[in-house]
């Protein structure tokens, strides 16, 4: 079934309106459909592809793409969420700002928004160690932790001079990333023309547990490799037409990169099988060699680290933006909503974020790191998948993208799914960060009267 549009209402009143672009700190509204698009394929298509390939082999076995077709079903389901909150409620502030709306609650709506930040921000200090590490070693070879420091900074600075080019940057860095896959996907099929690649291993499906146990608990993993869509959420207030733009891009953005990233499996099993790729720090580099490709190391190394630093600047345009909307909603203090005069991006919560984050790359290591995330996300996607069934009578004066009723309810069963997959320790990791930030929110206190609930 085709999601809607729904028409804007006849009269001219409504319990909730769109921002006003005129207000001193409104964000400049310099992104289009293409810009938009790059956006969030960059953010899905991160650095994680270029080793969960081997991973999930370890899980499943040599059907890496079965998990991968599932956790595309999971992320669509949650993106046609996103696509009628984001229409409806065009500001920075994504999920939070929903929250609040939804619930009336100015603690759900802070720990919503909170929790976001603090994966966001996670992610981006993960990313940092990464770029620090393996994939630069080759090239130069210096101290993991000053570099990271180092990257962060320079993403800052990116991301203070202004979205256009922060986003111009992106464009670059996306069609490098997305060339070094695609080189995969090429190789792996060439492989088999050839006569030496095997499709057999397609429908293996290894391990003790039956293939749907396997696929599921694959999807866990697989589902981290498309989380970044919900961070175009935060961009609303910088995006033209975005009742008619965003929907395409998202859901454009996640089927190119679901495309991809299946192609990306099914090349790896072609070329080389499950234990192999499991046993591999680099599994697409080590599917290049396989191949008898003649391409030095440190050219795909080079490749990789671009994926990485595309994704932090990515992650980390989305943390401050989200920072600025929580501020703006009066859940985050207020020097957050300062922007500067000429670029009008919002500098306190560039600094801000990249601090956080330096901290987190200081006192955490990558495994650590990257294990916070997923939970944090999925405690963020319920929420704003129970909102979007909240606020269907709430009447916005503008056209907005409006999704069948199912699809939300279908999205909620499927992180409640992916939820059961957790390891314990990662539940206590992500409930002490919560606790870091509603110790936050009773200092902040509340400074403006709560959104009543739509319902």
């Known amino acids: 079934m085709k999601?809607?549009?729904?028409?804007?209402?006849?009269?001219?009143?409504?319990?909730?309106?769109?921002?006003?672009?005129?207000?001193?700190?409104?964000?400049a509204r310099v992104v289009g459909g293409p810009l938009l698009f790059l956006f969030i394929l960059g953010d899905v298509l991160g650095a994680g592809v270029y080793v969960l390939v081997g991973k999930i082999a370890g899980q499943v076995g040599g059907a890496t793409w079965a998990p991968l077709a599932v956790a595309l079903l999971f992320a669509l389901l949650t993106a046609a969420s996103y696509a009628e909150l984001v229409t409806k409620y065009p500001q920075a502030g994504g999920s939070a700002v929903f929250a609040q709306r939804a619930f009336?609650?100015?603690l759900v709506a802070f720990l919503v928004g909170f929790a976001m930040l603090a994966a966001g921000v996670t992610s981006a200090a993960g990313l940092a160690l990464a770029f620090a590490g393996d994939y630069l070693r080759p090239l130069l070879d210096v101290p993991a932790l000053p570099v990271a420091l180092l990257f962060l900074l320079a993403v800052a600075l990116l991301n203070a001079r202004g979205v256009r080019e922060s986003l111009g940057a992106n464009v670059l860095m996306t069609l490098v990333?997305?060339?070094?896959?695609?080189l995969v996907i090429g190789l792996g099929f060439a492989f088999?023309?050839?006569?030496?690649?095997?499709?057999?291993?397609?429908?293996?499906?290894?391990?003790?547990?039956?293939?749907?146990?396997?696929?599921l608990g694959a999807a866990l993993i697989a589902f981290y490799s498309f989380v970044g869509f919900e961070t175009s959420a935060n961009m609303a207030e910088e995006?033209?037409?975005?009742?008619?733009?965003?929907?395409?891009?998202?859901?454009?953005?996640?089927?190119v990169a679901g495309l991809v990233y299946v192609g990306v499996a099914v090349a790896a099993s072609l070329v080389l099988d499950a234990p192999a790729l499991a046993a591999s720090s680099a599994p697409l580099l080590d599917v290049v060699r396989a191949t008898g490709f003649n391409m030095p190391p440190w050219l795909f190394g080079v490749i990789a680290l671009i994926a990485v630093a595309n994704g932090a600047l990515l992650t980390m345009i989305m943390s401050s933006r989200l920072a600025y909307g929580m501020a703006e909603e009066g859940l985050l203090p207020a020097v957050l909503r300062r922007v500067l005069p000429q670029r009008r991006t919002p500098w306190v919560a560039i600094v801000a974020t990249t601090t956080a984050a330096m901290l987190l790359a200081v006192t955490g290591t990558l495994v650590v790191l990257?294990?916070?995330?997923?939970?944090?996300?999925?405690?963020?996607?319920?929420?704003?998948?129970?909102?979007?069934?909240?606020?269907?009578?709430?009447?916005?004066?503008?056209?907005?993208?409006?999704?069948?009723?199912v699809l939300p309810v279908l999205a909620i069963v499927s992180c409640l799914v992916l939820m059961t997959q957790q390891a314990p320790e990662n539940w206590l990791r992500a409930g002490l960060l919560l606790a870091v930030g509603m110790v936050l929110?009773?200092?902040?206190?509340?400074?403006?009267?709560?959104?009543?609930?739509a319902h």
């Not at 999601?3 to 964000?27: F, H």
């Not at 929110?441 to 609930?453: I, L, Q, T």
């Open 3 to 27: 999601p809607s549009v729904a028409p804007p209402p006849s009269s001219a009143s409504s319990s909730s309106s769109a921002p006003d672009p005129a207000r001193s700190g409104s964000l």
């Open 104 to 106: 009336g609650s100015r």
């Open 177 to 182: 990333e997305v060339s070094g896959l695609l």
């Open 192 to 215: 088999l023309w050839g006569g030496e690649g095997t499709t057999d291993r397609l429908l293996r499906f290894d391990g003790g547990s039956s293939p749907g146990a396997a696929v």
């Open 239 to 255: 995006v033209r037409d975005v009742s008619r733009v965003y929907p395409r891009a998202l859901f454009g953005a996640l089927l």
């Open 370 to 405: 990257a294990e916070t995330v997923v939970l944090l996300l999925l405690f963020v996607f319920l929420s704003t998948n129970v909102a979007v069934l909240v606020l269907r009578r709430d009447v916005v004066p503008h056209a907005h993208f409006r999704t069948p009723v």
């Open 441 to 453: 929110y009773f200092v902040s206190g509340a400074r403006h009267p709560v959104v009543a609930p």
